[in-house]
């Protein structure tokens, strides 16, 4: 499966961007699918996943902030952003895993696209 990350772009402190990571290739049902980010000069943190079945799992600084959610029939999963921040402009990337559960580390996916930049003005 191949995956294509869209939907960032320049907001302010406060405001909401909805980021789309599209499938194709194949479908991304039968994966777990996690959004990642990587701020310039720093290492590549987990933000949020779906698992398989439908549980999600979010980073502590994202919780009640952002919501992962997949539409199936589009092949794709969403990353809803709101009440942005500027510690929250990076690089962000989706990525995609057969293994079951909710895998947080880079390590455990294996499919990933390319990055999207978010960039949060104060």
């Known amino acids: 499966v191949q995956l294509q990350a869209y939907g960032g772009g320049l907001v302010q402190a406060g405001g909401s961007l909805k980021l789309s990571c599209v499938g194709s290739g194949g479908m991304i049902r039968p994966y777990a699918v996690a959004w990642f980010r990587q701020a310039a000069g720093k290492e590549r943190e987990f933000v949020a996943v779906?698992?398989?079945?439908?549980?999600?799992y979010y980073r502590d600084s994202v919780k009640g902030r952002f919501t992962i959610s997949r539409d199936n029939a589009k092949n794709t999963v969403y990353l809803e952003m709101n009440s942005l921040k500027p510690e929250d402009t990076a690089v962000y990337h989706c990525?995609?895993?057969?293994?079951?559960?909710?895998?947080?580390?880079?390590?455990?996916?294996?499919?990933w696209g390319q990055g999207t930049l978010v960039t949060v003005s104060s």
């Open positions: 779906l698992s398989r079945s439908g549980g999600s």
């Open positions: 990525a995609a895993t057969r293994v079951i559960g909710m895998p947080t580390a880079t390590n455990d996916y294996y499919w």
